[in-house]
């Protein structure tokens, strides 16, 4: 069963930065692409980026785009989330989530395709 402990999340204000971290079970073979989604009160959850199994290929919501970025360190089993620019509509909790894919360079961000969950990090932008 393959495990992600999402970390790093906090208060900041608007404007600030912030870097959440996932660490996950070492995936024993194949593919697997990481995702990070987020959920706000009453709302829906949402994909906000992704990166795929060899680190080449990223995808990132409208909303995040230029603001976000992914990348992942496969010695430390870990993929990070750098958020700058935050805004208050970035609030919500973030989740980690991992799926095997069929191929390396494979990216989604749809939430029916992912397996395994984190327990999810709260994120508040406020000042």
């Known amino acids: 069963q393959l495990q992600l402990v999402e970390s790093g999340g906090g208060l900041v204000q608007p404007g600030g930065s912030l870097r959440l971290s996932c660490a996950h079970s070492?995936?024993?073979?194949?593919?697997?692409?990481i995702a990070w989604f987020r959920q706000a009160p009453g709302k829906e959850r949402e994909g906000v980026s992704c990166i795929s199994s060899d680190d080449g290929s990223t995808d990132y919501s409208d909303s995040v785009k230029g603001r976000f970025t992914i990348s992942r360190d496969n010695v430390k089993n870990t993929v990070y989330l750098q958020m700058n620019s935050l805004k208050p509509e970035d609030t919500a909790v973030y989740y980690c989530?991992?799926?095997?894919?069929?191929?390396?360079?494979?990216?989604?961000?749809?939430?029916?395709?992912?397996?395994?969950w984190g327990q999810g990090t709260q994120v508040t932008v406020s000042s």
């Open positions: 070492e995936f024993t073979w194949g593919y697997y692409a």
């Open positions: 989530a991992a799926t095997q894919v069929p191929e390396a360079s494979y990216v989604s961000m749809f939430t029916d395709e992912y397996d395994y």
